[in-house]
Structures are given as structure tokens and as C-alpha cells.
């Protein structure tokens, strides 16, 4: 079965950067694309960008350019997003997600535990 | 950016009760449009993808319709596990962009 295991939770300070890991099993790793959605304490849920678990080509929401990179690793299945110059507002949960569909039509079919990031100083 | 708005923000049912949620975009994104459901401190689950596709697993009471900017999710009878919220989602372009969440609470 397709599993996402996200690594655990951190504590940052403002300005300080961080990186979560996702290791993902039960599939091909490079057939699928991964997503990273943020989810701020009692919030909704904020799409943070995408990259092709293939290709390694990326896509990155405006309001996160110039401070996200995600990566990948083929050899060990395992996505990697990192954020820097953190702030306080940057913090929440953090999922890695695995898409699903075709032909265009594309949804965020499994999803990791999630990653609490906690930024305060 | 594509907004997506639901309503409403919050509901309260009775359990056999039938529920209607409704998202709208605002621009016409066809039918890419997915729902999900949320529990507390759990990660969100895919309940209907393309519109109106059932996730495998996912009850027959769930039902998705719309096309274009306007789209419902539907439970046809309320049962207690459903009390969660939902969140609507456009895959038509990037950003990919979420309704604010609807909260369905027991009345």
C-alpha cells in the first residue's frame, strides 16, 4: 500500500530555516509528482508547490518563491521540502502529498502524517 | 490565482440528515474539482475527485455534481463518522488553491 512517512516534528527560530523529509513506499516513487500543502494552527489548507518525482522539474506558489526548494532522491523514494527565513507565521503542519489521475485531471490521492513545525523565538 | 469559496463556513445536522456544500470558483475550471475530509488532527482524506468520482472506499451517501464555476458535495444521511470538515479543491491550473473549509457539526 502507498505510504508516506514524513520525518518528525521541529522547532525553529525566526530566520532559521527547515527541512522535512517524506519517504514513500508501495509504489514506483518516479511515476507520480508530490505535493507540499501548509496548514497553519485552525486554518485551511495553503498549496505550497510541486515537483516531478521524475524529472525533478518544480512548480512553486508566488507566496513561497525565493524561499522553498523541494527536492528529491530517487535512489532512497524520499521528497524533501525546505523553508528558510523562517517567520512565526510560517508555522503549522506541513504535508507531503502523492498525486493521483491522468490526463490532466490530478488529485492529491495520499497524504503523509503531516510535520509540525513550530516557529518562535 | 484561481479563489475558490465555499459555503457554508460552518453547518450544523443531525445525524441521518441530508447536507449540501457548496464551492464555487472564480473563474470556469470545467470539472476539476476535488473534495476532501478532514479530522481533527488527522491529514486530510480524498473523498471525490473529477467532480463527482468516489475515492475506493468512500460511502455511496457522498455524492459530488457541478461543472464550470459551481460545484455541491452532498451526504444524503448523515452518519456520526461524518462530522469533520471539507475543503474543495481546483486542479485546473497551478496554484492549486483550496475553498476555506467547511466545518460540519453535530447539532
Known amino acids: 500500500q502507498v505510504q508516506l512517512v ?13 527541512k522535512v523529509s517524506c519517504k514513500a513506499s508501495g509504489y ?12 497553519a494552527p ?4 495553503e498549496w505550497m508547490g510541486w515537483i516531478s518525482a521524475y524529472t525533478g522539474d518544480t512548480v512553486y506558489a508566488q507566496n513561497f518563491q525565493g524561499r522553498l526548494t ?7 523514494s524520499t521528497a524533501y521540502m525546505e523553508l528558510r527565513s523562517l517567520r512565526s507565521d510560517d508555522t503549522g503542519v506541513y504535508y507531503c502529498i502523492r498525486e493521483g489521475g491522468s490526463g ?3 488529485f492529491f490521492a495520499y497524504w503523509g502524517q503531516g510535520t509540525l513545525v513550530t516557529v518562535s523565538s | 490565482e484561481i479563489q475558490m469559496t465555499q459555503s ?7 445525524v441521518g440528515d441530508r447536507v449540501t456544500i457548496t464551492c464555487r470558483a472564480s473563474q470556469s475550471i470545467g470539472t476539476y474539482l476535488n473534495w476532501y475530509q478532514q479530522k481533527p488532527g488527522k ?51 497551478t496554484p492549486r488553491t483550496f475553498g476555506q473549509g467547511t466545518k460540519l457539526e453535530i447539532k
Do not use: H
Not at chain 1, 42 to 45: K, M, V
Not at chain 2, 55 to 82: A, C, H, K, N, Y
Open chain 1, 70 to 76: 523541494l527536492t528529491r532522491d530517487t535512489s532512497t
Open chain 2, 43 to 93: 491529514a486530510p482524506n480524498l473523498l471525490i475527485y473529477t467532480t463527482s468520482t468516489l475515492q475506493s472506499g468512500v460511502p455511496l451517501r457522498f455524492s459530488g455534481s457541478g461543472s464550470g464555476t459551481d460545484f455541491t458535495l452532498t451526504i444524503s444521511s448523515l452518519q456520526p463518522e461524518d462530522f469533520a470538515t471539507y475543503y474543495c479543491q481546483q486542479s485546473y491550473n
Open chain 1, 42 to 45: 485552525g486554518q485551511g489548507l
Open chain 1, 6 to 18: 514524513q520525518s518528525g516534528a521541529e522547532e525553529k527560530k525566526p530566520g532559521a530555516s527547515v
Open chain 1, 28 to 39: 514506483t516513487f518516479t511515476t507520480y509528482g508530490l505535493s507540499w500543502v501548509r496548514q
Open chain 1, 104 to 106: 490532466g485531471y490530478y
Open chain 2, 8 to 14: 457554508p463556513s460552518s453547518l450544523s445536522a443531525s
